[in-house]
């Protein structure tokens, strides 16, 4: 295969994309004078195209015009001094001048010059692309600039001999999206000239470690306003320099102007370059760069119009933290959001074995388990399938009597108010008096809850444990009871039991003591289900004297609000059930072995974080965040 003749010395090489050297107008200026110069000591001819307009910073920044400068022949091409119109004016009339003069190559910097960068390839030339960052994803863009920024990069995927990228995650996003191999080259660095502060000592009155240092335009991805609002909160003597000039507009820089003319700390000095420069280098404190540029899979939303991949990409970096305790760790963080502070981070509990297995410890604030959690973690508990089910009949004596055709009648027909009771609705859980009494001088109570069996049980407990709630309180002499929110817990019971959540629902409690120790055993199974509904009730006419303000009063007596118990369809024309088909939950007495507890291995996420990791971890973050801080 016949390849282009290509001289390997001297090149002529052309320039293009940058606005104009030499100059301090922005990174990519620097690179090309670095970079040029450079290869003109090496004997390359170089030609480099700048801008004809003004300095972005402002006028009175223009640098004279050179015809040439260390080696380097300097050009300018026509260019419409307007935001998003200088750079595309500028790169098509270099564009255009590169492809009609003799070169062996014509470099382009940064995305948007390179949309004219097939006319110097449909010349024969060698282009080489170098790109510096994805600018259609800077916050300074609007639509019409984003999108011909693009055009740019998918022009110098398509018509690029080379493309130089200078990071890797730039390097991979060419290969993710356009399957386009890419030369990681990053920038280098100068050795620093260390000056003493004279000028800025005379023009801001700034000396050595005096102050904190940002360099950069003045534009939205460089997080100027994230320093800003930092150093504002920081109690220190140190100042805060913002040196730089704007970017296209002073829109920007207005607004961070804004921001700091309450903080006489802050001080912007404009566009520096020259000795000014190197002295607010050689003397700064500490130097900030809070720069934000998004994740070029985590970008900004935008429509992409099917021609480019958007989407996250697993594992596509080095993680700080294990995946698994990412996720843990924020579903504990979800589920403590309303815990008391300095609680450890919650952890659903089962009991193994005894009276009470498959009884997962409820926690009434923990707001980030589902029902299907709960569910998960009672079936840890049971050994296979047949242990859920397995309920017991009780042996039922020849009393000598038949009680064949008779009917059990439910308890829910009768009156709870000297039977222990449970009501529960949306957010709160409420015990009745006679539960009260049943514990007697009982101030701190534990509830669980066994998904498997439908059950919510309650036990006494001390003050410090972490499920503990607050059973009743002492008035007038007399223990009283408490109602108690349970948002955490009501939200995915009522999910799990299908219940609606504009309706209360009443357990019968069952009591059971074995010398000191006592429980509360309520079925979920078959409950009251109590609504409240507001009706309109025609009353009587009334005659009285006062017979306007009586028919208002009648008018206001109409609405009426009642309370009205709800019983399942199937329980219509029967009390209960048949005797013989009455299946009794029969349970072993239960005898201290309420606090045979494990973690719930089966709630996703929870077997990979403890105690003693979240504290490593938060330490590692609390120095990290110290390292970082630009107080004294």
């Known amino acids: 295969?016949?390849?282009?003749?290509?001289?390997?010395?001297?090149?002529?090489?052309?320039?293009?994309?940058?606005?104009?050297?030499?100059?301090?107008?922005?990174?990519?200026?620097?690179?090309?004078?670095?970079?040029?110069?450079?290869?003109?000591?090496?004997?390359?001819?170089?030609?480099?195209?700048?801008?004809?307009?003004?300095?972005?910073?402002?006028?009175?920044?223009?640098?004279?015009?050179?015809?040439?400068?260390?080696?380097?022949?300097?050009?300018?091409?026509?260019?419409?001094?307007?935001?998003?119109?200088?750079?595309?004016?500028?790169?098509?009339?270099?564009?255009?001048?590169?492809?009609?003069?003799?070169?062996?190559?014509?470099?382009?910097?940064?995305?948007?010059?390179?949309?004219?960068?097939?006319?110097?390839?449909?010349?024969?030339?060698?282009?080489?692309?170098?790109?510096?960052?994805?600018?259609?994803?800077?916050?300074?863009?609007?639509?019409?600039?984003?999108?011909?920024?693009?055009?740019?990069?998918?022009?110098?995927?398509?018509?690029?001999?080379?493309?130089?990228?200078?990071?890797?995650?730039?390097?991979?996003?060419?290969?993710?999206?356009?399957?386009?191999?890419?030369?990681?080259?990053?920038?280098?660095?100068?050795?620093?000239?260390?000056?003493?502060?004279?000028?800025?000592?005379?023009?801001?009155?700034?000396?050595?470690?005096?102050?904190?240092?940002?360099?950069?335009?003045?534009?939205?991805?460089?997080?100027?306003?994230?320093?800003?609002?930092?150093?504002?909160?920081?109690?220190?003597?140190?100042?805060?320099?913002?040196?730089?000039?704007?970017?296209?507009?002073?829109?920007?820089?207005?607004?961070?102007?804004?921001?700091?003319?309450?903080?006489?700390?802050?001080?912007?000095?404009?566009?520096?370059?020259?000795?000014l420069l190197d002295e607010l280098y050689s003397n700064a404190y500490i130097y900030s760069l809070p720069t934000f540029t998004p994740n070029y899979l985590d970008h900004k939303a935008k429509k992409n119009r099917h021609d480019r991949n958007q989407y996250r990409q697993s594992d596509h970096h080095e993680a700080i933290v294990d995946r698994d305790i990412y996720n843990a760790a924020q579903k504990m963080l979800t589920a403590a959001r309303y815990a008391k502070k300095g609680f450890p981070f919650p952890n659903l509990k089962v009991v193994d074995e005894g009276a009470l297995k498959g009884f997962v410890s409820v926690n009434r604030s923990w707001t980030g388990f589902t029902g299907e959690d709960y569910e998960k973690a009672s079936q840890s508990a049971y050994s296979d399938q047949t242990d859920i089910n397995d309920t017991e009949k009780e042996e039922r004596k020849d009393s000598g009597f038949d009680l064949s055709g008779y009917e059990i009648v439910r308890a829910q027909f009768f009156s709870t108010r000297l039977n222990p009771a449970m009501t529960i609705s949306e957010g709160k859980v409420t015990f009745n008096t006679a539960c009260l009494k049943k514990f007697e001088n009982v101030e701190y109570v534990e509830i669980l809850f066994n998904s498997v069996e439908k059950c919510i049980a309650v036990r006494p407990c001390d003050k410090d444990d972490i499920n503990a709630v607050k059973w009743g309180t002492i008035r007038n002499g007399k223990w009283v009871v408490l109602p108690k929110s349970c948002k955490g817990f009501s939200e995915p019971l009522f999910d799990l039991m299908n219940w609606n959540d504009e309706c209360k629902y009443r357990f019968r409690g069952q009591y059971s003591k074995e010398n000191n120790e006592q429980i509360l055993l309520f079925d979920l199974e078959e409950p009251e289900v109590i609504k409240h509904e507001i009706i309109q009730e025609d009353l009587p006419d009334v005659n009285t004297s006062e017979g306007v303000k009586d028919t208002e009063n009648k008018e206001e007596n109409k609405i009426k609000k009642i309370v009205r118990t709800l019983f399942p369809k199937q329980w219509k024309n029967h009390f209960g059930c048949r005797t013989e088909e009455v299946v009794l939950l029969h349970r072993v007495k239960y005898c201290g072995n309420w606090d045979v507890l494990r973690p719930a291995k089966t709630i996703e996420g929870m077997e990979v974080i403890s105690e003693n990791l979240l504290k490593k971890l938060d330490n590692e973050a609390q120095n990290m965040i110290e390292k970082m801080r630009c107080a004294v």
């Open 1 to 275: 295969m016949n390849k282009r003749k290509i001289n390997t010395f001297p090149l002529k090489i052309a320039v293009l994309g940058h606005k104009t050297i030499p100059s301090r107008q922005g990174g990519i200026e620097i690179v090309v004078e670095e970079l040029t110069v450079r290869m003109a000591k090496l004997g390359h001819k170089i030609t480099v195209y700048n801008r004809n307009g003004h300095h972005v910073s402002g006028k009175e920044f223009d640098e004279k015009k050179l015809k040439e400068y260390k080696g380097i022949r300097m050009k300018y091409v026509p260019t419409i001094d307007k935001k998003g119109l200088a750079a595309m004016s500028a790169s098509f009339f270099a564009a255009v001048a590169a492809a009609f003069g003799k070169y062996d190559v014509v470099h382009f910097h940064a995305e948007g010059p390179c949309a004219m960068l097939w006319l110097p390839k449909l010349f024969g030339k060698r282009c080489i692309a170098t790109i510096h960052g994805l600018d259609h994803q800077r916050a300074k863009w609007g639509k019409l600039a984003s999108t011909y920024i693009m055009l740019g990069e998918k022009c110098a995927v398509k018509f690029a001999d080379e493309i130089i990228v200078l990071s890797e995650g730039v390097q991979n996003y060419f290969k993710e999206t356009y399957g386009r191999d890419t030369k990681f080259i990053p920038n280098g660095v100068n050795r620093p000239v260390i000056r003493k502060a004279e000028l800025i000592d005379k023009k801001f009155g700034l000396k050595k470690d005096d102050y904190i240092l940002f360099l950069g335009r003045l534009v939205p991805e460089k997080g100027i306003t994230y320093l800003i609002e930092g150093f504002k909160n920081v109690k220190t003597d140190k100042k805060l320099v913002i040196a730089g000039g704007s970017s296209d507009t002073d829109e920007f820089a207005n607004q961070l102007k804004e921001m700091a003319k309450d903080d006489d700390r802050i001080i912007f000095t404009g566009f520096v370059q020259g000795q």
